[in-house]
Antibody, heavy 121, light 108 residues
Framework: QLQLQESGPGLVKPSETLSLTCTVSGGSISSSSYYWGWIRQPPGKGLEWIGS???????YYNPSLKSRVTISVDTSKNQFSLKLSSVTAADTAVYYC?????????????WGQGTMVTVSS | EIVLTQSPGTLSLSPGERATLSCRAS???????LAWYQQKPGQAPRLLIY???SRATGIPDRFSGSGSGTDFTLTISRLEPEDFAVYYCQQYGSSPLTFGPGTKVDIK
């Protein structure tokens, strides 16, 4: 059974880069069967898709964040990561990693528990 | 970008009642790539429905999805105590993937 776990600093200073990692267990990050994604949720608010990556390295980003986002895969560690640069208080949120099946009809069916990131000096 | 609108914002019902949640898209959702998620406080979202009408693995059959184009519905036939939560719709037919603002189902 595929499981995902986010990790990274819970506090980031304004203008710095937020870096999170999602560790995949119960399956291979290199599998052609999955897409991997990041979604965030500001406190008390709704969900926002940040971006997704396929094992091949193909990436898809939300245009609203594209200039600041990098998602990458580390096959040696069975992890994928999120980097968000030049953060502000508006980037304070719970960040989730998630996976979806390869087929276009598949939706995000496996989610990590989420990690809270606060942007503050 | 496809904007999703969910109604009502809050639905107050009693256990055993039927819940009908609406999700309307600003433009047609490609191939009915519309999903519904349930989220409880402090938890990650859980996938209920994908492809507008297919139940995800392990989801009880009291949950059903319908609709196409711009209008979609999630129906909970008989509310169980564990169903009181926030429900989000999501379209994943075109980029950027977008979520609706959510409908909170609370106990009357």
């Amino acid at each position: 059974q595929l499981q995902l776990q986010e990790s990274g600093p819970g506090l980031v200073k304004p203008s710095e880069t937020l870096s999170l990692t999602c560790t995949v267990s119960g399956g291979s990050i290199s599998s052609s069967s999955y897409y991997w994604g990041w979604i965030r949720q500001p406190p008390g608010k709704g969900l926002e898709w940040i971006g997704s990556i396929y094992y091949s390295g193909s990436t898809y980003y939300n245009p609203s964040l594209k200039s600041r986002v990098t998602i990458s895969v580390d096959t040696s560690k069975n992890q994928f990561s999120l980097k968000l640069s030049s953060v502000t208080a508006a980037d304070t949120a719970v960040y989730y990693c998630a996976s979806k099946g390869y087929y276009p009809r598949d939706a995000f069916d496996i989610w990590g528990q989420g990690t809270m990131v606060t942007v503050s000096s | 970008e496809i904007v999703l609108t969910q109604s009502p914002g809050t639905l107050s019902l009693s256990p055993g009642e039927r819940a009908t949640l609406s999700c309307r898209a600003s433009q047609s959702v490609s191939s009915s790539y519309l999903a519904w998620y349930q989220q409880k406080p402090g938890q990650a979202p859980r996938l209920l429905i994908y492809g507008a009408s297919s139940r995800a693995t392990g989801i009880p059959d009291r949950f059903s999805g319908s609709g196409s184009g711009t209008d979609f519905t999630l129906t909970i036939s008989r509310l169980e105590p564990e169903d009181f939560a926030v429900y989000y719709c999501q379209q994943y037919g075109s980029s950027p993937l977008t979520f609706g603002p959510g409908t909170k189902v609370d106990i009357k």
